[in-house]
């Protein structure tokens, strides 16, 4: 007899709608598991951006939304467990945990992971020159502020030019401190164009083509070295970096499992039901294609709810009887493809319509799906990095023994 | 900050250490334990604060140590107090062994005499693999393995805690720690006057343990320095803990003129590191990491155990080994002025330190200091980081998990700020509790520890006293 019918392991946007999805399709003992003290995951410290317009009708800011999760949850009768922490999940439905009492294991007929993403840290980055202390990523900045009312430094470089970064020039300014300059190294800003007039306006240079070549400072920041678009190299005074984006799922948790994780997204690669290669074993949210909106990832986790709930009443006692497995493959630059799986021969409504795509960088060319060496969808178009690309997912796929997501760049 | 001669204590000691390194703690634990009083002057904010903060955490055999020398011997000695001490004061060890590897017939036709070497130096448990047989006992080396050599009691350990175990038995039996204390200059009149940034020491002998500093110190206490540092700088690349699996054993290469080369080792925390490069520079201070090159060792990396390639990297450091111009280790004695140099501690200061410490009090035992009698040994264990050992966050009670990736509890890091040698900077919060170091290098719990660490730390991680 198991802990539990659901245990979901996540308490942010995805994690929370997915159990309450649970519960109000008549699951009985849904337990979601969340490491921190309050539900919300990366909206908790957002305090700039509008969640849940979609979901709730109404506009929350931060914690605020986190409270409205907590609610949701309570009403829908989800066994919330906070301050608990997974620290190894095995097959077959069982997850060991750290819990304020110690260590103990849980288990569940499905469990359902939704463990979101993070930002990149400087020292995946490779960055060059002295470790002080001021470096951090937007997360961290927004935590010290939101939190706790600290700011980690005042006159910040700011590296990267996605949606975040945008929200970490606002943090930064409504909380006294002055970025420096901005920069990304590519040659286009990742967000759209106009959205890049903000910095500007707000008196905060912005430099594309501009790497940040080395970090200076004997305990905290001090200066930074960049090369500029043009090959020069620039000298600027500041007291700290703030890396910005390059999400990457939080998958820690499946890298050693059976399910492992893909190499362009370390994200566990999913069917279009949210089911992983063990039957057992469910993802929503971030974790499998960083990084998308609260609100897209609530969507997401409530529809990944609902076909876990039917995967149980389809079969209460005896394992799934389940269809093939038939990988998706794309060329590059496409950087991930979700769901990255289809299952052959499944009929029931599945949880993602469509497949998300993201890019590795700009690209102009033709997108195509092929099913056994047939196109059946194609678009052409410039291609933009950690942009949201969604493709139908056609009914034909699931009778597929091939599905290929294919771009041919043109020059 | 005080007075330039303002004493930094009222009493006089019997023997003044200088650097608070893996060397000076071992010492300052040696000479308690021998009935000294001992003050340990360090310049920086904490322990730990120069070479011996980036090392590659390998307890050596000295398999590879230059014959008939005296860092052989002290290796010896310092591994063999290692492992009698680590069960009762709680020190990490994991017997990984290593293997000695050659990816071409040239480097192959050099293990024989490796392993001679080896037998030479009383490193008995050794073997000769061929590639396939040493694949045998690690499957994840590349199919380009030529041969290797096994050396079965190659260890890893903690490196941070070691030294913080010394220093705090030390402590226990009656010694000081003086931080933020640069040695501006020493004096010789009837024992020593050191003046130092923190205050006026004084103390019958002294023992220079400056690391980085060594030949500085020397200098800075009158002598002429016999030996030139001449800093080397290794970086190095962590790899997340998925890593693990593929590597545990040590790897290391077939060693040239040069340089010992880049090994690949799991560490006692459960990560990989890679490393170190071996670059000369005169910065004694400066430990920059460079892109370039830590593309370098992760390439190398995958050439070595192909899984490794595409494992994320979880941090990356570089560390300054205090090498001089000579291959051996610099240690001089000056009786008629009771001072001991241990220089030029080049790259197996951990392995050494308490063969080190040993050898240093056998020196000052000619100084004919008449040391009190040696108090009990008092009782002493320190919190467990590693892996394979309990760990905190598995027993109740811990107050909360800031650090999730390593684990780490409110109750451990509020226990590092109440033991007997409290971090001085985050680095050395860090090194106590491992918070922040794991895979998200600080994500999700920078922020909480800027709060829970205020006031505590020399550079605080939050700027300005009030909240905005």
């Keep these: 007899m198991s802990d539990a019918d659901v245990i979901v392991i996540g308490g942010g946007p995805a994690g929370v709608a997915a159990a309450v999805e649970l519960r109000r399709c008549g699951v009985a003992r849904v337990v979601l598991l969340e490491r921190e003290a309050q539900l919300g995951g990366a909206t908790r410290h957002c305090s700039h951006s509008p969640f849940g317009m979609l979901d709730f009708r109404r506009i929350y800011f931060g914690a605020a939304y986190g409270r409205r999760l907590e609610a949701e949850s309570a009403r829908a009768g989800v066994e919330v467990r906070t301050g608990h922490s997974v620290v190894r999940i095995e097959a077959g439905g069982r997850v060991e945990l750290a819990t304020p009492r110690g260590v103990e294991t849980l288990t569940a007929r499905r469990l359902l992971i939704a463990t979101g993403a993070r930002e990149t840290p400087r020292a995946a980055r490779l960055i060059s020159g002295d470790r002080p202390v001021g470096v951090v990523t937007t997360g961290t900045l927004q935590a010290y502020a939101a939190f706790h009312g600290l700011m980690p430094f005042r006159r910040p470089l700011i590296v990267g030019s996605e949606l975040v970064s945008l929200s970490a020039v606002l943090t930064c300014l409504t909380h006294g401190a002055r970025p420096v300059a901005m920069i990304e190294p590519g040659p286009h800003p990742l967000a759209p164009a106009p959205l890049m007039w903000f910095p500007r306006l707000m008196g905060v240079p912005f430099h594309c083509g501009t790497e940040l070549l080395d970090i200076h400072g004997d305990r905290r920041v001090e200066d930074v070295t960049l090369r500029m678009s043009d090959g020069s190299t620039l000298k600027i005074a500041c007291d700290g970096v703030l890396f910005t ?12 499992s059976s399910i492992g994780v893909e190499p362009g997204s370390s994200a566990p690669a999913i069917d279009p039901y949210g089911r992983t290669a063990d039957p057992h074993l469910f993802a929503a949210g971030n974790l499998l294609r960083a990084v998308e909106t609260a609100g897209w990832s609530f ?9 876990v709930a039917e995967d149980l009443t389809e079969d209460l006692a005896r394992e799934p009887a389940l269809g093939e497995l038939v990988p998706v493959t794309f060329d590059p630059p496409i950087k991930l493809v979700v769901p990255g799986l289809i299952r052959r021969g499944n009929a029931a409504a599945p949880a993602f319509r469509d497949f998300q795509l993201r890019f590795t960088r700009r690209a102009r060319g033709r997108l195509s799906l092929v099913l056994d060496g047939r196109v059946v969808w194609t678009r052409e178009k410039t291609w933009m990095p950690e942009r949201r690309i969604l493709v139908p997912i056609p009914p034909a796929a699931v009778m597929a023994n091939a599905v290929h997501v294919g771009f041919e760049e043109q020059a | 900050m005080l007075p330039e001669h303002a004493p930094a204590f009222d009493e006089s000691f019997d023997i003044a250490v200088i650097g608070a390194g893996v060397v000076g703690c071992a010492v300052v634990r040696r000479l308690a334990l021998a009935g000294a009083k001992v003050v340990l002057i360090e310049k920086g904010g904490d322990l730990l604060s120069g070479a011996s903060k980036a090392n590659s955490a390998i307890l050596h055999t000295g398999f590879d140590a230059p014959p008939g020398s005296l860092e052989l011997d002290l290796i010896k000695a310092g591994r063999e107090e290692y492992l009698s001490l680590a069960g009762s004061l709680g020190l990490a060890v994991v017997n990984t062994g290593a293997l000695v590897c050659a990816w071409s017939d040239k480097e192959a036709e050099k293990l024989e005499a490796i392993a001679a070497q080896g037998r030479d130096n009383g490193v008995s448990n050794l073997a000769l693999l061929s590639g396939t047989d040493a694949r045998i006992t690690m499957p994840g080396l590349s199919e380009r393995l030529v041969a290797a050599i096994e050396v079965a009691d190659e260890h890893i350990i903690d490196p941070w805690t070691a030294p913080l175990a010394y220093l705090t038995q030390g402590i226990a039996l009656g010694a000081r720690f003086l931080r933020n204390a640069e040695l501006l200059e020493g004096r010789f009149e009837d024992g020593w006057h050191l003046s130092t940034t923190a205050g006026t020491v004084k103390a019958r002998a002294v023992v220079n343990a400056a690391g980085l500093y060594g030949d500085i110190v020397d200098g800075r206490l009158g002598f002429t320095p016999e030996f030139e540092i001449r800093p080397r700088k290794g970086q190095f690349v962590v790899l997340d803990k998925a890593a693990y699996a593929h590597v545990p054993r040590i790897v290391l290469p077939v060693p040239t003129e040069i340089t010992k080369g880049v090994v690949v080792c799991p560490t006692a925390f459960g990560n990989v590191l890679i490393g170190p490069t071996a670059e000369e520079q005169t910065d ?42 000579s291959k051996a280790y610099r240690i001089f004695c000056r009786p008629e002025k009771r001072a001991v140099t241990l220089g030029g501690i080049r790259s197996t200061g951990l392995s050494a330190a308490l063969g080190l410490a040993q050898h240093a009090l056998g020196l000052i035992e000619r100084f004919a200091l008449s040391l009190s009698a040696p ?10 980081l590693i892996e394979t050992q309990p760990r905190d966050w598995q027993q109740p009670e811990h107050g909360e998990i800031v650090c999730h990736c390593e684990m780490v509890t409110k109750r451990e890091i509020e226990a590092a700020f109440e033991s007997p040698v409290p971090p001085g900077d985050f680095g050395g919060l860090r090194r106590r509790t491992r918070a922040g170091m794991g895979r998200c290098q600080g994500f999700y719990c920078n922020a909480r520890l800027a709060q829970m660490t205020r006031g505590r730390l020399r550079e605080p991680l939050a700027v300005g006293d009030e909240p905005t």
């Design chain 2, 284 to 325: 004694r201070v400066r430990a920059t990491v460079e892109s370039d090159a830590l593309e370098n060792l992760l390439a190398r990396g995958a050439q070595i155990v192909p899984a490794l390639e595409g494992i994320p990297v979880t941090a990356v450091y570089a560390g300054l080994r205090p090498a001089s111009e």
């Design chain 2, 375 to 384: 108090a009990a040994v008092p009782e002493l264990c320190l919190p467990n």
């Design chain 1, 245 to 256: 984006g390059r999400f990457i799922p939080e998958s820690a948790l499946l890298r050693p």
């Design chain 1, 299 to 307: 969507r997401e986790g409530r529809r990944v709810g609902c076909a």
